[in-house]
Each structure stands twice: as structure tokens, then as C-alpha cells.
């Protein structure tokens, strides 16, 4: 019944489903312990505040199994008042354990973030994950929470669950999503092959993490470009990535793949090629000298940055964005030792392809049936070390179930492939 290696796994899967939400500019709330971890990736390919969602079940006293409200932070408290009426439970039996509860909520957040307020969730959507869903208790009460603590949108987002819970915890939330859902379920734990138990100090740890700001301003000249730039521990390479037109460095697909490197330890660079000025003009979108001029001076900046300096520089390249990472590549003394497009115009690089040094690859969707002829015709002219990588059944966006997946193992694969042995 195993359905994910870990919770990294299970995250980077569910990112890839909810790519679509990136729009909504959504906070993501883990559930403390064994939600954090998914979570946390769901975050880094959303480009997402990460925060826990610290709730607690009111159970009636003679049953507790059974819940009669939940409690969170900030005072917030959610009754059922027909649980109350049918269980007979008193004012006093609610006040004990709804005093008893409290503190344990307090305790947990103090634990969790002991150097910060949670996010303010107002008017906000808001993306709630957990590892799995059995009975769907802590779930149910954590989306009532989010709503009371002023979410517009209630998405909960889960690796595993049945189809009965499911259904009755649509009831709660705007959305349910779910990758896997087995008819029956004896324990979450099973649908993994390392449910490995997360401490408090590894939730509050994912938490700082999340809450780092690698934001970095790179000046190219008459303009400074933003960008985000994340260096993992003992991070082998560092890849920059090439947007295509139409895109920028919130692009869900590029975020995804750049969180699939870092989990393999690459350093990511991600940026806008133009202010958003010069994106009005449609002519700077698809001058691809300007961009690979304005790539080779990020790659300079990148070289001298002393976070990553010294690590080989790889160029991860999308649509157009592939040509400007090819043409910059062709460049005497650019130091790039490796490309990745990913449905690429290697074609609009033109003459310089053949002077391309860096190791690249092109990956195409199957169904991409334009911009594969464009690639492979580009292939023949390069003479650097290449490979082509089709995708079955993709299109050019990668939209399908399975596919962008695929294309940042490839991605991680070609970078980390190439690193000298030993």
C-alpha cells in the first residue's frame, strides 16, 4: 500500500497539483507535527508564507474521540452547539476542557515559533496540509479555525485520504485536494516507506526556514533585477533560471523545479530578466541579445557572490528563456558548464548554437510536435556534449499528471550527473 518514499515526496507531488494556486497569492498552513514537511514544499514551489495551524479538538469528557468544537491561537473557538445538546455536556465540562486545551495550543505555538507572531490570515486564501487524513477531526477543525481567523478561501490539500472522509470534509473547505484515495485506510503511517516521527524543534526549523527572505537585487547595468536566491548546506551548484516570455520568478513550474534542486542540495537562482516597465513592451520580451546580455552579468554577479562562489554554474532555461541561456552560454569566457531548457527555442539562439561549450540538455513534450522539430534541428547544430529527453504525452506547458515531475529529475539528474567524481 506504500504510495510515497517520504513526506518530501508527498510534498513535492502535491505542489505540483496545486501549482494553479500560485495566482492567489495563498498562505500555507502546515499541521503540526507530520504536516510541516509537506507543507514546507508545498510553500517553496507556491512561493508562499509557511505557518503552522496550531488547532486542538474539544472532546466531550466521557468520549473524547468525539468532538464537540475545536480551539486555536489568538482566541479563536468553534463550538457545535447540536454535539453540546445531544451529549448533555455542561457549561462547566465545556469551560475544563476548553481551559485545558488552551494551554496546550499556547504551548505548542510558543515551541513552534518562539521568536514570531503566526500570519495573519485575513481575506486571504488559505492552503492547509497535512501528511494524510484518517478520520479527519484535526483537519475539520483546523479549516473552521482558518475561516474564524479571517480566510476567504479554505483549501485543504492532503497526500492520502478515504473518499468517505473526504467527502464530508468538503463540508469545511472551499477545495479538498487529494493525490491518493484508497478505499480503505488502517493508518497514514502505511502509505509511506519512511514515516520517520518530526520533532517539534524540526517543525520549528522548516518554519525559520520558510520565514528566511533570500531576496537579492542584481545590478546589470541601467537597471537592478530582483530575485530570490536559496543556497542549501554544502550546495554542489548553483542553477540560474531563464524565464520565458509571459513568465517571471513566481512562475509555479520554475519554482517547483528549482525546490526539487534544492531538496538534491543545487543552489537556485531565480529572477526577472526585466523591470516590469520594460515588460509592457513586447519587443524586450523577445530580444533574446538583450536577455542573454542581461543573463551574462546575473552569471557575473553569481561568480563574485560569496554565498556561491566558486560552485559551477548551470542555466535551467524555459521557452524563450532557453534561447537567452544558450545564446549567454555561447559567450567567450561565460563560465555556465551546463544548460537545461525545458521546452525550449534553442532555435532563436540561431548561429550560436554552435558554440555553445556547456553540456546541455533540451527536454520537449511529446505532444509538443513544433518545438520538438524546432529542438532536434537545433541539436544537429550543437557540438558541445547534448541529449535530448522527450516527455510522453506533454504538451509545451508540462500540464500534464506526472510531467513537469519528471522534468526536474531530469533537470537535477543532468546538473548533479555532471559534477567530477569523488
Known sequence: MTMFVDRHDAGVRLAQRLAGLAGEKPVVLGLPRGGVPVAFDVAQSLGAPLDVIVVRKLGV?????????????????????????????????????????RQEVEARARRFRPDRERLDLTGRTVVIVDDGVATGGTARAACRVARAHGAVRVVLAVPVGTPDVLARLRQDAE???????PSALWGIGVCYSDFT??????????????????EVMVDVGP????????????AEWVVAFVHGSGS????????????VLNQAGLATLLFDLLTV???????????????????????????????????????????????????????PGNPVAAVVSRGGRPDMAGARLPAVRAAT?????????????LNRRAQQRLRCENRLEIVPDATHLFEEPGALEIVAGLARDWFTGLLPAG
Open 175 to 181: 477545495e479538498v485536494i487529494c493525490l491518493e484515495t
Open 277 to 331: 516597465d520594460e515588460e509592457y513592451d513586447r519587443g524586450n520580451v523577445f530580444d533574446i541579445e538583450l536577455l542573454a546580455g542581461r543573463l551574462g552579468r546575473v552569471t557575473t554577479w553569481l561568480a563574485d557572490e560569496p554565498r556561491v562562489a566558486g560552485l559551477p554554474i548551470g542555466y535551467f532555461g524555459a521557452s524563450t528563456g532557453a534561447a537567452a541561456a544558450l545564446w549567454a552560454a555561447a559567450e
Open 248 to 259: 517571471g520568478r513566481h512562475s509555479p513550474r520554475n519554482r517547483y523545479v528549482a525546490s
Open 223 to 234: 537597471v537592478r533585477l530582483p530575485g530570490q536566491l536559496v543556497v542549501p548546506e554544502n
Open 61 to 101: 469528557p466521557f468520549q473524547p474521540e468525539l468532538g464537540f468544537g475545536a480551539i486555536g491561537e489568538g482566541g479563536v473557538r468553534v463550538v457545535n452547539p447540536e454535539v453540546v445538546r445531544m451529549t448533555g455536556v455542561t457549561e462547566q465540562d465545556v469551560a475544563t476542557v476548553e481551559e485545558r486545551e
Open 197 to 214: 516521527q518530526i520533532t517539534d524543534d524540526q517543525v520549528a526549523e522548516l518554519l525559520r526556514k520558510a520565514s528566511a527572505q533570500p
Open 361 to 373: 540538455l533540451l527536454i520537449v513534450g511529446g505532444r509538443d510536435e513544433l518545438v520538438l522539430d
